[in-house]
């Protein structure tokens, strides 16, 4: 008993997730999904009505397209816009729209993230199997070897719960009170500039509201970007010497506008908020059962639309693993690859972040001249111009190492690419609509047997090159775009995890490697085909 506290009667759950933003709505989402059962502790009331994020791209829509939201959340927001960025006189050294990365959605979005939310929140809705406690906050965890047992505060009535979970993701945010008490460090660089962040509604369009573009001013850098639902978000450097609050006034933000040329005519503000850039690692991802995850875990700046992206990716990484473990399906020993496959991933990201940021705020006159003329050249160049214009800068999903097939296959560790396909009835899907979340051989054929894995309940699906007949048991790529990608890493049969990365491959002359020790999906964690189009239309 805890001295001093009206503390109520303990509850059990299998995961608990404190934190209900994008990282921790996705979790629960997808752990909703598999059947687990969830709690989620979250402080606030209602969703943060400030836009944060404004930017994600399409792998991310190919985790939520996993939990049958992908297009729902597209109807609110913009895709594949063109990016530029323009030299002190406005005029374009960089501009392009990033191709596509084959993920089968538009390769460049932005979002509001409110309505983002909502959707996400409005998605959770669906399982009876999630409990959500808006109002509360979690003051203090302890673990056992059974699990942890959390104290948690009911803001709205001043009273106390004991809610004990075998597991926990702290998806709390960048100033993260839950790594706070697990003393865990949180060490990297904090900017010294700091940035003006104005909202706007657009009440006319201007000829370049559709584009994000990158203003690289030596004298002052910008980012204008488009938003959807009639949004529209400039950021501005805090030069030294000026006023943080009266840079928030109305007359200092119109100012900063109107020399963008925008007027009240294009524009009405809706906020402007001064925040600071950060690069912040926590030292651990895992204590014992609870697991940090997005902002909690890891923060970046924002030059590449990243930010939350990483969370996103972290809880599709995670939740399986959780799931898998709460059901018996996998060892507790699978949780260990988490932090190993995450980390250099989001390290990667916040480089390629760090990096953009420093070529578009570049402040010394003679860079910033040579770095404009040396990206108008690289751009006419047929492979430096390919290379930039891909964005084959961005660094591709892939764990190097982790929960993978000790195999050295060339395709293990990857998220190939995801095709349309023709199913078994001819019905033209992506191909995760029809493989599900759900471990899966798929082979080029012909059949073989692969015994190891069908005795650990391990389905089989035949691709079938583009023009084949559709059958039983197949799909058939449209386009092939997976077919040659197998083809290009010699693999004609691959095991996907049910986040659709490569746990195993083998090409026709090789024995394709044992399923991990202690696999079982006999009997399959729920894959429900709940649709949300019932809960979607409610909640718009």
């Known amino acids: 008993m805890t001295r001093g506290l009206d503390v109520t009667v303990q509850h059990s759950y299998d995961v608990a997730i404190v934190g209900y933003g994008p990282a921790g709505v996705t979790a629960a989402n997808f752990l909703g999904r598999l059947g687990v059962e969830v709690v989620v502790i979250e402080r606030d009331e209602s969703i943060y009505s400030r836009a944060r994020a404004i930017a994600t791209d399409e792998e991310v829509i190919r985790i939520w397209q996993r939990l049958d939201l992908a297009e729902h959340l597209k109807q609110d927001m913009l895709t594949d816009k063109p990016l530029e960025f323009v030299d002190d006189a406005g005029r374009s050294f960089l501009n392009f729209v990033p191709a596509p990365r084959?993920?089968?959605?538009?390769?460049?979005?932005?979002?509001?993230?409110?309505?983002?939310?909502?959707?996400?929140?409005?998605?959770?809705?669906?399982?009876?199997?999630?409990?959500?406690?808006?109002?509360?906050?979690?003051?203090?965890?302890?673990?056992?070897?059974?699990g942890v047992e959390l104290l948690v505060a009911?803001?709205?009535?001043?009273?106390?719960?004991?809610?004990?979970?075998?597991?926990?993701?702290?998806?709390?945010?960048?100033?993260?009170?839950?790594?706070?008490?697990?003393?865990?460090?949180?060490?990297?660089q904090t900017y010294e500039d700091r940035w003006v962040v104005i909202d706007t509604e657009v009440i006319?369009?201007?000829?370049?509201?559709?584009?994000?573009?990158?203003?690289?001013?030596?004298?002052?850098?910008?980012?204008?970007?488009?938003?959807?639902?009639?949004?529209?978000?400039?950021?501005f450097p805090v030069l030294p010497g000026e006023d943080e609050k009266e840079l928030v006034t109305d007359a200092a933000v119109w100012r900063l506008l109107n020399a963008q040329g925008i007027t009240e005519n294009e524009v009405q503000i809706l906020r402007a908020v001064v925040y600071r850039h950060h690069v912040r690692f926590a030292d651990r991802w895992r204590v014992g059962r609870i697991f940090l995850a997005g902002?909690?875990?890891?923060?970046?700046?924002?030059?590449?639309?990243?930010?939350?992206?990483?969370?996103?990716?972290?809880?599709?990484?995670?939740?399986?693993?959780?799931?898998?473990?709460?059901?018996?399906?996998?060892?507790?020993?699978?949780?260990?690859?988490?932090?190993?496959?995450?980390?250099?991933?989001?390290?990667?990201?916040?480089?390629?972040a760090v990096f953009f940021g420093?070529?578009?705020?570049?402040?010394?006159?003679?860079?910033?001249?040579?770095?404009?003329?040396?990206f108008r050249i690289a751009m006419r160049l047929p492979f430096v111009g390919d290379y930039l214009r891909s964005a084959k800068w961005f660094p591709a999903a892939h764990y190097p190492k982790g929960f993978l097939s000790p195999s050295k296959h060339a395709a293990v560790g990857h998220l190939p690419p995801q095709p349309w396909v023709l199913d078994e009835v001819g019905d033209r899907e992506r191909l995760d609509d029809v493989t599900g979340s759900r471990?899966?051989?798929?082979?080029?054929?012909?059949?073989?047997?692969?015994?190891?894995?069908?005795?650990?309940?391990?389905?089989?699906?035949?691709?079938?090159?583009?023009?084949?007949?559709?059958?039983?048991?197949?799909?058939?790529?449209t386009d092939n775009t997976l077919v040659d990608w197998m083809r290009q890493h010699e693999a004609t049969v691959l095991a996907l995890r049910p986040d659709g990365f490569v746990y195993a491959a083998?090409?026709?002359?090789?024995?394709?490697?044992?399923?991990p020790k202690g696999l079982t999906v006999a009997v399959e964690i729920p894959d429900p085909t709940t649709r949300?189009?019932?809960?979607?239309?409610?909640?718009q």
């Open 439 to 477: 471990w899966l051989l798929i082979h080029l054929g012909p059949d073989r047997a692969w015994p190891e894995w069908t005795a650990a309940g391990v389905p089989t699906m035949q691709l079938r090159t583009a023009g084949s007949a559709i059958s039983e048991g197949a799909v058939v790529d």
């Open 506 to 515: 083998a090409d026709a002359n090789e024995m394709l490697p044992s399923p």
């Open 295 to 352: 902002d909690a875990a890891h923060v970046m700046p924002p030059w590449i639309g990243q930010g939350m992206a990483a969370g996103v990716r972290d809880v599709a990484n995670l939740c399986w693993k959780l799931a898998a473990v709460v059901t018996g399906s996998l060892p507790a020993s699978v949780l260990d690859s988490y932090e190993v496959e995450r980390q250099p991933h989001v390290r990667e990201v916040t480089k390629a």
């Open 358 to 374: 420093r070529v578009i705020t570049e402040r010394r006159p003679p860079v910033t001249a040579a770095r404009n003329a040396a």
């Open 204 to 235: 006319n369009e201007w000829p370049t509201h559709d584009r994000l573009r990158f203003h690289c001013n030596p004298d002052r850098p910008a980012v204008d970007c488009p938003t959807p639902l009639g949004h529209h978000r400039w950021e």
């Open 532 to 539: 949300f189009t019932e809960t979607a239309d409610k909640g």
């Open 102 to 146: 084959g993920n089968a959605h538009p390769t460049q979005v932005f979002i509001y993230q409110p309505a983002l939310e909502q959707v996400l929140r409005d998605g959770v809705d669906r399982y009876p199997n999630v409990k959500v406690l808006l109002q509360h906050e979690c003051l203090r965890t302890r673990q056992d070897d059974h």
């Open 154 to 188: 009911d803001l709205r009535a001043d009273t106390f719960d004991r809610i004990r979970a075998s597991y926990v993701i702290a998806a709390d945010g960048g100033s993260s009170p839950t790594r706070g008490l697990l003393g865990v460090g949180f060490e990297g």
